[in-house]
């Protein structure tokens, strides 16, 4: 296929859609093409489509033209089924929304939506969705329906298949069906005559037909997502219904789930989890039977291969210790109760099957301890990250899945692990669903060399044989793709093959809809496109596309997501190395906005990343390559004259906030085109005014107009206390935001209200002197400024070194300060100065931390002052930290309500990224603004200056430090 799209079709699309939601541009081609699968298909168009009935103009444009069509939305899928030629529609920004239905029996859901965001929604009511795959951080409803999804715990009676109500579905001739609209049938009737006729006409010879009935039984009698749903067939009557059926597996080759209505499954608040380790799968399947029986909702094997790379962990939990490694299996035990009580009954009936688990260590130990739970969780969601990130270089992880009959399992396990040694993949772990019979196993090999493709040809073959002849599916749960596509006559009858492709052919009869996958003519297409991976930089040579990031980026519906920036160095890399400069060209042009400039470099995708990469670290770090030698020496200099930069800062937004708009935003605007929109911000009116400077409230402070702080003494000695001790409990660091930033109207800003619940409860404070010159580095470090970081970590330690107490025993004291973002900043400092044995190195906690811990347990909040209800958002820094349990803590303590927004995230402002591109924060905040309007609480609050600017801004709602909140609520 050529590489440019049909230009008709082009401009028919930008009609119908709008210019921006039709890219040809490289990056965006390049970027969004990439899965997590083992294949990569470049497309020649990328398209957004917003609502049903651009999907379906869409569709007839493209089956008018001939264009092959592939639906994306969280491109987490693992056999190629998500990447494609031809049209790429991205439905992850037009099709997220989520309706609760029933008390959460029910619930409507669109094929944007993740699983986390749609359980989260459920769980106040105590339910989730069925399927529960390990990625249901990123996976979305639409990923899981066009695979039939399963997971852990929802087997073969909980998948999509089975929970599914009703649907809403385009076809490939743009016909839109409701199947819960009475006048369904009626409306197929009358728009696709010859579909309903070629269903009507399948279900009727399949059941008809003895040998036909009996084979479709027994391979759907386990997991089974190869091919369609023949199943159906057999089971639904309704022909509205059993379009809806068949489109649940078809991997986007049948038409487009534009909604769905799903039935719900309880979700047990309560948990009892062990890991059970035994002498050897054949120990661990013998054990199986009974441990299903006796209610267990989630058994999970490990092969032995599994358990010693679990061992290579960071922390490894004591069931795993203790004994040598030989051969050993492990079962991950789970029982699940509604409350403890239930949970109690469960236990004590599941306590006789479990005494008699020959473990290694003599008893079967569950715990049901959340901290517990969660590191023996980390042993089985940890094999890929552990396996996938100490790949070699140029290496991509495969990872698959096979079911056979739980009787076969322990047979099939052993043969599968010598079949893996056979072939030379060494470390390949082994792993899965033990009550469902569904082994997961992960390899690493190298695409492009050839030797290492036709190991994998010769490996394929081999597996193929031994699934089937264990009587099992060749796959379970991850979709035929293009993995296992060639192999589909291998593992049904000719009669069910002439099956599958006349349901291909009476949906799809021009064949644009995801061609290759699923069904396919070609013998070796499970060999053909294969992802390469090109060595670039060592968090993008780590990465393994899964796109568990994705959801946590505040840029992701503006520009790029981690994933995205990082196959596009990959794609750079790739042009570069074939000499294609027109290609390179194009995305350096188009990678500075996209990857650079509105990156909010925040590290949230390092917390969802299964191998820990931080791309905002790789961000800052090629912004620190294209500055010039006199940025590079401007900002140097603002480190050394930080004090009068905040100042100069601050009024400046105090004049700004007195002229009349006019007069600031024409040479603000004037500024921004000639400098560049990447170094003046945009100043708007909902900008607040300047702050204080902090060491005039230091001295408000020591002087007792202002409570809690002193002011270190020139000679370190023990400075005046304003609490009930002598000594200072913590050094004070106040952020220079609030400097520069006037607190929300009727508010004394987070250092006065530190000073003042610090004071009230008897705990004293230092402040260091030469305050106003401090900074926590971020302003330097975000911007990929080393020299003026690294002048800036000195003037700190500098200070904080001099601030500590001295004399004989005197215990060096924490550091407090109060903003989330600064508080990682000056964390920073002192975690590479400790690492580089630097003996100013201190420790740094957060002021939310130091108030829950110090400061509540000594002020009794009056009932009568608290705050009717509270909206809060955390930062993404305070996420990062580990502040999320005392921020709520304070946050509870202060408010009868208190409500975490679902929709919450990073707001993009991230110093004064929100300034330079207010888009981004706009980008970032709209879920959450929209979800903040609807609970419309009385007080709104966060613990970042510039996160409370950005969430004022996106809600029209006046945001203030959750401190400021507690000043006035627990203070006398």
């Given at each position: 296929?050529?590489?440019?799209?049909?230009?008709?079709?082009?401009?028919?699309?930008?009609?119908?859609?709008?210019?921006?939601?039709?890219?040809?541009?490289?990056?965006?081609?390049?970027?969004?093409?990439?899965?997590?699968?083992?294949?990569?298909?470049?497309?020649?168009?990328?398209?957004?489509?917003?609502?049903?009935?651009?999907?379906?103009?869409?569709?007839?444009?493209?089956?008018?033209?001939?264009?092959?069509?592939?639906?994306?939305?969280?491109?987490?899928?693992?056999?190629?089924?998500?990447?494609?030629?031809?049209?790429?529609?991205?439905?992850?920004?037009?099709?997220?929304?989520?309706?609760?239905?029933?008390?959460?029996?029910?619930?409507?859901?669109?094929?944007?939506?993740?699983?986390?965001?749609?359980?989260?929604?459920?769980?106040?009511?105590?339910?989730?969705?069925?399927?529960?795959?390990?990625?249901?951080?990123?996976?979305?409803?639409?990923?899981?329906?066009?695979?039939?999804?399963?997971?852990?715990?929802?087997?073969?009676?909980?998948?999509?298949?089975?929970?599914?109500?009703?649907?809403?579905?385009?076809?490939?001739?743009?016909?839109?069906?409701?199947?819960?609209?009475?006048?369904?049938?009626?409306?197929?009737?009358?728009?696709?005559?010859?579909?309903?006729?070629?269903?009507?006409?399948?279900?009727?010879?399949?059941?008809?037909?003895?040998?036909?009935?009996?084979?479709?039984?027994?391979?759907?009698?386990?997991?089974?997502?190869?091919?369609?749903?023949?199943?159906?067939?057999?089971?639904?009557?309704?022909?509205?219904?059993?379009?809806?059926?068949?489109?649940?597996?078809?991997?986007?080759?049948?038409?487009?789930?534009?909604?769905?209505?799903?039935?719900?499954?309880?979700?047990?608040?309560?948990?009892?989890?062990?890991?059970?380790?035994?002498?050897?799968?054949?120990?661990?399947?013998?054990?199986?039977?009974?441990?299903?029986?006796?209610?267990?909702?989630?058994?999970?094997?490990?092969?032995?291969?599994?358990?010693?790379?679990?061992?290579?962990?960071?922390?490894?939990?004591?069931?795993?210790?203790?004994?040598?490694?030989?051969?050993?299996?492990?079962?991950?035990?789970?029982?699940?109760?509604?409350?403890?009580?239930?949970?109690?009954?469960?236990?004590?009936?599941?306590?006789?099957?479990?005494?008699?688990?020959?473990?290694?260590?003599?008893?079967?130990?569950?715990?049901?301890?959340?901290?517990?739970?969660?590191?023996?969780?980390?042993?089985?969601?940890?094999?890929?990250?552990?396996?996938?990130?100490?790949?070699?270089?140029?290496?991509?992880?495969?990872?698959?899945?096979?079911?056979?009959?739980?009787?076969?399992?322990?047979?099939?396990?052993?043969?599968?692990?010598?079949?893996?040694?056979?072939?030379?993949?060494?470390?390949a772990v082994i792993f899965g669903h033990a009550k469902d019979g569904n082994l997961h196993f992960m390899l690493t090999e190298r695409t492009e060399d050839p030797a290492a493709l036709a190991r994998l040809e010769a490996?394929?073959?081999?597996?193929?044989?031994?699934?089937?002849?264990?009587?099992?599916?060749?796959?379970?749960?991850?979709?035929?793709?293009?993995?296992?596509?060639?192999?589909?006559?291998?593992?049904?009858?000719?009669?069910?093959?002439?099956?599958?492709?006349?349901?291909?052919?009476?949906?799809?009869?021009?064949?644009?809809?995801?061609?290759?996958?699923?069904?396919?003519?070609?013998?070796?297409?499970?060999?053909?496109?294969?992802?390469?991976?090109?060595?670039?930089?060592?968090?993008?040579?780590?990465?393994?596309?899964?796109?568990?990031?994705?959801?946590?980026?505040?840029?992701?519906?503006?520009?790029?997501?981690?994933?995205?920036?990082?196959?596009?160095?990959?794609?750079?890399?790739?042009?570069?190395?074939?000499?294609?400069?027109?290609?390179?060209?194009?995305?350096?042009?188009?990678?500075?906005?996209?990857?650079?400039?509105?990156?909010?470099?925040?590290?949230?995708?390092?917390?969802?990343?299964?191998?820990?990469?931080?791309?905002?670290?790789?961000?800052?770090?090629?912004?620190?390559?294209?500055?010039?030698?006199?940025?590079?020496?401007?900002?140097?200099?603002?480190?050394?004259?930080?004090?009068?930069?905040?100042?100069?800062?601050?009024?400046?937004?105090?004049?700004?906030?007195?002229?009349?708009?006019?007069?600031?935003?024409?040479?603000?605007?004037?500024?921004?085109?000639?400098?560049?929109?990447?170094?003046?911000?945009?100043?708007?009116?909902?900008?607040?005014?300047?702050?204080?400077?902090?060491?005039?409230?230091?001295?408000?402070?020591?002087?007792?107009?202002?409570?809690?702080?002193?002011?270190?003494?020139?000679?370190?000695?023990?400075?005046?206390?304003?609490?009930?001790?002598?000594?200072?409990?913590?050094?004070?660091?106040?952020?220079?935001?609030?400097?520069?930033?006037?607190?929300?109207?009727?508010?004394?800003?987070?250092?006065?209200?530190?000073?003042?619940?610090?004071?009230?409860?008897?705990?004293?404070?230092?402040?260091?002197?030469?305050?106003?010159?401090?900074?926590?580095?971020?302003?330097?470090?975000?911007?990929?400024?080393?020299?003026?970081?690294?002048?800036?970590?000195?003037?700190?330690?500098?200070?904080?070194?001099?601030?500590?107490?001295?004399?004989?025993?005197?215990?060096?004291?924490?550091?407090?300060?109060?903003?989330?973002?600064?508080?990682?900043?000056?964390?920073?400092?002192?975690?590479?100065?400790?690492?580089?044995?630097?003996?100013?190195?201190?420790?740094?906690?957060?002021?939310?931390?130091?108030?829950?811990?110090?400061?509540?347990?000594?002020?009794?909040?009056?009932?009568?002052?608290?705050?009717?209800?509270?909206?809060?958002?955390?930062?993404?820094?305070?996420?990062?930290?580990?502040?999320?349990?005392?921020?709520?803590?304070?946050?509870?303590?202060?408010?009868?309500?208190?409500?975490?927004?679902?929709?919450?995230?990073?707001?993009?402002?991230?110093?004064?990224?929100?300034?330079?591109?207010?888009?981004?924060?706009?980008?970032?905040?709209?879920?959450?603004?929209?979800?903040?309007?609807?609970?419309?609480?009385?007080?709104?609050?966060?613990?970042?200056?510039?996160?409370?600017?950005?969430?004022?801004?996106?809600?029209?709602?006046?945001?203030?430090?959750?401190?400021?909140?507690?000043?006035?609520?627990?203070?006398?």
């Open positions: 296929m050529s590489e440019d799209a049909p230009a008709a079709l082009v401009a028919e699309l930008r009609r119908v859609l709008g210019e921006d939601q039709v890219s040809s541009r490289a990056l965006d081609r390049h970027a969004r093409a990439h899965d997590a699968s083992h294949y990569l298909l470049i497309p020649q168009l990328v398209v957004q489509v917003e609502d049903t009935a651009q999907m379906a103009a869409v569709l007839r444009a493209a089956r008018r033209h001939g264009v092959p069509v592939t639906f994306r939305s969280g491109g987490t899928s693992l056999s190629g089924q998500a990447s494609g030629t031809g049209l790429l529609i991205d439905t992850r920004r037009g099709f997220r929304r989520t309706e609760v239905l029933d008390d959460g029996a029910r619930v409507r859901v669109q094929p944007g939506a993740t699983l986390r965001s749609v359980n989260a929604r459920l769980a106040r009511h105590g339910r989730a969705l069925g399927p529960d795959p390990a990625s249901e951080a990123a996976a979305t409803v639409g990923g899981v329906i066009a695979n039939n999804s399963s997971g852990m715990a929802a087997g073969i009676t909980a998948n999509a298949a089975r929970t599914l109500e009703s649907m809403t579905m385009v076809l490939a001739s743009g016909t839109v069906v409701d199947t819960a609209d009475p006048g369904a049938e009626a409306l197929l009737a009358d728009r696709e005559p010859e579909l309903l006729a070629t269903l009507h006409d399948l279900r009727d010879r399949a059941r008809e037909d003895p040998a036909v009935r009996a084979e479709i039984g027994r391979r759907f009698a386990m997991k089974n997502t190869m091919g369609y749903a023949l199943d159906a067939l057999l089971e639904v009557d309704e022909l509205p219904h059993l379009l809806a059926r068949l489109l649940i597996g078809s991997e986007g080759t049948l038409g487009f789930v534009a909604e769905a209505v799903l039935r719900t499954v309880p979700a047990p608040a309560h948990a009892a989890t062990g890991l059970l380790v035994l002498a050897g799968v054949d120990e661990a399947a013998r054990a199986l039977p009974d441990l299903v029986a006796s209610g267990a909702s989630a058994l999970e094997l490990m092969d032995a291969t599994s358990l010693a790379v679990a061992r290579r962990a960071p922390q490894v939990p004591q069931a795993l210790t203790g004994f040598a490694l030989d051969g050993h299996a492990a079962l991950l035990v789970e029982y699940r109760g509604q409350d403890a009580a239930d949970l109690d009954q469960r236990m004590r009936e599941a306590a006789p099957v479990l005494a008699t688990v020959p473990t290694a260590a003599g008893s079967a130990e569950l715990t049901r301890d959340p901290a517990a739970r969660a590191a023996l969780w980390a042993v089985r969601k940890g094999l890929y990250a552990t396996v996938a990130g100490a790949r070699p270089a140029g290496t991509t992880a495969l990872l698959e899945d096979v079911v056979v009959p739980v009787e076969n399992l322990a047979a099939a396990c052993r043969d599968l692990a010598a079949l893996l040694a056979e072939h030379g993949y060494e470390d490996f394929t073959e081999d597996l193929v044989e031994l699934v089937l002849r264990h009587d099992g599916n060749l796959k379970a749960e991850h979709g035929t793709g293009r993995a296992m596509a060639p192999f589909i006559d291998r593992q049904y009858s000719p009669a069910l093959v002439r099956m599958l492709w006349a349901i291909k052919d009476a949906f799809d009869p021009a064949g644009v809809l995801n061609p290759g996958v699923v069904l396919t003519r070609d013998p070796e297409a499970h060999l053909r496109d294969l992802k390469p991976v090109d060595r670039v930089e060592e968090e993008v040579d780590r990465c393994v596309e899964c796109g568990y990031c994705e959801p946590v980026c505040p840029s992701r519906d503006l520009t790029l997501t981690p994933r995205q920036r990082i196959v596009a160095r990959r794609a750079r890399a790739r042009a570069a190395a074939e000499g294609d400069e027109a290609l390179v060209a194009e995305l350096d042009t188009q990678q500075r906005y996209a990857s650079l400039e509105t990156c909010a470099a925040d590290g949230m995708c390092q917390t969802a990343c299964p191998v820990g990469i931080d791309t905002g670290a790789l961000v800052k770090r090629l912004r620190g390559q294209d500055h010039h030698r006199l940025e590079v020496a401007a900002w140097t200099g603002a480190a050394r004259h930080w004090g009068p930069a905040t100042a100069a800062a601050g009024r400046a937004l105090d004049v700004a906030s007195r002229l009349p708009s006019a007069a600031v935003t024409a040479p603000n605007r004037a500024a921004r085109t000639l400098l560049g929109a990447d170094t003046i911000p945009l100043w708007s009116e909902d900008l607040p005014g300047g702050g204080t400077r902090r060491s005039t409230l230091a001295r408000q402070a020591a002087s007792g107009s202002v409570a809690g702080a002193d002011r270190a003494a020139s000679d370190r000695a023990p400075a005046p206390t304003s609490g009930t001790g002598t000594i200072p409990a913590a050094i004070f660091l106040p952020s220079c935001q609030g400097a520069m930033f006037a607190p929300a109207a009727g508010s004394p800003g987070a250092q006065s209200a530190v000073a003042e619940l610090c004071a009230a409860a008897g705990v004293s404070l230092r402040v260091p002197e030469g305050i106003d010159s401090l900074c926590c580095g971020t302003p330097w470090s975000s911007k990929g400024f080393a020299a003026g970081h690294e002048a800036m970590a000195e003037r700190v330690l500098d200070a904080v070194a001099a601030a500590q107490p001295a004399g004989p025993g005197a215990e060096p004291l924490p550091v407090v300060v109060d903003a989330s973002s600064c508080t990682e900043g000056v964390a920073g400092i002192m975690r590479q100065a400790q690492e580089r044995g630097d003996p100013r190195a201190a420790t740094v906690i957060d002021a939310v931390a130091l108030v829950t811990r110090e400061v509540l347990p000594r002020l009794e909040p009056e009932p009568s002052r608290k705050v009717p209800s509270l909206v809060l958002h955390p930062t993404c820094s305070s996420t990062r930290g580990g502040l999320g349990g005392e921020l709520e803590t304070l946050a509870r303590a202060v408010a009868v309500q208190v409500e975490i927004p679902q929709d919450w995230g990073c707001c993009g402002f991230a110093g004064d990224r929100g300034m330079l591109h207010p888009e981004l924060t706009a980008a970032a905040t709209r879920a959450e603004a929209a979800e903040v309007a609807a609970i419309d609480a009385a007080e709104h609050a966060s613990c970042n200056r510039a996160c409370e600017i950005a969430l004022t801004r996106a809600t029209g709602k006046d945001y203030r430090h959750l401190l400021e909140l507690a000043a006035q609520v627990l203070v006398p």
